[in-house]
T-cell receptor, first 112, second 114 residues
Framework: KAGVTQTPRYLIKTRGQQVTLSCSPISGHRSVSWYQQTPGQGLQFLFEYFSETQRNKGNFPGRFSGRQFSNSRSEMNVSTLELGDSALYLC???????????FGQGTRLTVV | GQQLNQSPQSMFIQEGEDVSMNCTSSSIFNTWLWYKQEPGEGPVLLIALYKAGELTSNGRLTAQFGITRKDSFLNISASIPSDVGIYFCAGQLGYGGSQGNLIFGKGTKLSVKP
């Protein structure tokens, strides 16, 4: 069965712009989480969606938002981009009970 | 907040050597996960552990869920060049339900010299 798919793989944006990233979870998974990964901070949890509702949220500013659609696909939006938002953004989908998280390949965002 | 201490931060070993890394915390976890991440890719789940004392293998990889439930270990036997990457541990607080309960270590970067 297909894994977690993230698009696009690479993105370059200018400071102040906004960006939308997409994630398609493993078929049958209803939980989708987003993480930011940087060399200095490691993997940091952004938020989780389950059945189109945000179930959990990490400690990130309101510029970071997301949503989930009825087919469990999820999008993440970052507005008013800052240089510090440059990172690898990872999406993970969860199995029943969310005991395991399966990651996509990530979207490498560079803000210039 | 909860933290996982993963060590060592990096390892540079010779092909054929065995590798050990571990994660410790002051918190009790109910699930331990071990991931490997290669450059430019997302983390790939290697092993999942659900019970204190559990020992699970995946090929040359063996992981253990510490009996105190505050630690976990990953061993790689007879390393090969393709073992290169960053290995992450993740502990889950509670019994599933939300990925927000997953706490990640900062990773162990493994380099293997042929």
């Amino acid at each position: 069965k297909a894994g977690v798919t993230q698009t696009p793989r690479y993105l370059i944006k200018t400071r102040g712009q906004q960006v939308t990233l997409s994630c398609s979870p493993i078929s049958g998974h209803r939980s989708v989480s987003w993480y930011q990964q940087t060399p200095g901070q490691g993997l940091q949890f952004l938020f989780e969606y389950f059945s189109e509702t945000q179930r959990n949220k990490g400690n990130f500013p309101g510029r970071f938002s997301g949503r989930q659609f009825s087919n469990s696909r999820s999008e993440m939006n970052v507005s008013t981009l800052e240089l510090g938002d440059s990172a690898l953004y990872l999406c993970a989908s969860g199995n029943f009970m969310n005991t395991e998280a399966f990651f996509g390949q990530g979207t490498r965002l560079t803000v210039v | 907040g909860q933290q996982l201490n993963q060590s060592p931060q990096s390892m540079f070993i010779q092909e054929g050597e065995d590798v050990s890394m571990n994660c410790t915390s002051s918190s009790i976890f109910n699930t331990w996960l071990w991931y490997k991440q290669e450059p430019g890719e997302g983390p790939v789940l290697l092993i999942a552990l659900y019970k204190a004392g559990e020992l699970t293998s995946n090929g040359r990889l063996t992981a253990q869920f510490g009996i105190t439930r505050k630690d976990s270990f990953l061993n790689i036997s007879a390393s090969i060049p393709s073992d290169v990457g960053i290995y992450f541990c993740a502990g889950q607080l509670g019994y599933g339900g939300s990925q927000g309960n997953l706490i990640f270590g900062k990773g162990t970067k493994l380099s293997v010299k042929p």
